[in-house]
């Protein structure tokens, strides 16, 4: 039962209302965004953003002082969430996140081919991409998830151009597989991120990436399997950009003075 009604409140009603009044607009101001995205998650968690606003403000026709300020902070926390989820994804830990574990990845495929490698060179750059990645883990658990996010990107490019210049390595078909499955998934993830309806830019890139992967599967058919690598690289490559680019339209000024 809520013990906080009438005037046990320890909240003023002048108080409370005023935070409504901070949540309702916030939320007026995130919304065209967030529903333009086509991100169903941070659809999602703006729509439960809303509903904890309607409860805060039932909270406070009841008088439940308290209880109606712990929702509408509670709502405008999920607004906010919701509004990182479709900004800049060097802005969004969990995409960060993504971003760091594809680049471990990447490294792992380039494990796989460089094993063979006699030349010290090779070696020393794919020493200091390992390196460079175990950076990145600390940057993002430090809280600097923008410098995490830019070497991650860094780490997946250095990888790419490590594979390019090791043209007289063999590639198993076993590596190539792991490459074509990984391209696959990035797709599929990717397409949650854009939505149904992506914007000029982002479709172009969500096309470049669909040919990437067409030629990913042809060269993996004929049993090229260091250019399957690479191309299904590539699309990783340009589903960030698309997912970039869907972000890319201009930010509200979020205010986070409570």
Not at 14 to 37: G, M, N, Y
Not at 70 to 88: I, K, N
Request: aromatic share 4%; hydrophobic share 35%; glycine share 4%.
């Amino acid at each position: 039962m809520d013990s906080t009604a009438g005037s046990q409140a320890p909240y003023e009603a002048d108080q409370i209302a005023r935070e409504l009044l901070h949540t309702d607009r916030l939320i007026a101001v995130l919304r065209p965004k967030v529903f333009r995205s086509g991100n169903s998650k941070a659809q999602e968690h703006f729509q439960d953003s809303i509903e904890r606003e309607r409860e805060a403000r039932e909270a406070y026709d009841q008088r439940l002082y308290a209880r109606s300020a712990r929702l509408t902070r509670e709502a405008r926390s999920l607004a906010r969430e919701a509004a990182v989820m479709v900004g800049p994804p060097e802005d969004d830990p969990v995409y960060v996140a993504r971003a760091i574990e594809h680049a471990s990845d990447a490294l792992a495929l380039a494990d796989d081919v460089l094993r063979g490698a006699e030349e010290q060179s090779i070696s020393r750059r794919y020493a200091k991409l390992e390196k460079d990645l175990e950076g990145a883990r600390q940057l993002y658990k430090a809280g600097e998830i923008r410098r995490a996010h830019e070497q991650a990107v860094a780490i997946r490019d250095g990888v790419l151009d490590l594979l390019r210049d090791c043209d007289d390595l063999p590639v198993s078909s076993d590596t190539a597989s792991k490459a074509l499955k990984d391209a696959e998934r990035a797709l599929e993830q990717a397409a949650k991120e854009l939505g149904a309806k992506p914007n000029g830019p982002a479709q172009r890139w969500q096309r470049e990436a669909l040919g990437q992967l067409s030629k990913a599967r042809s060269s993996f058919a004929r049993k090229e399997y260091r250019d399957t690598v690479i191309h299904s690289r590539l699309v990783e490559r340009n589903l960030d950009q698309a997912v970039a680019a869907q972000r890319s339209e201009a930010k509200p000024v979020v205010r986070n003075d409570a």
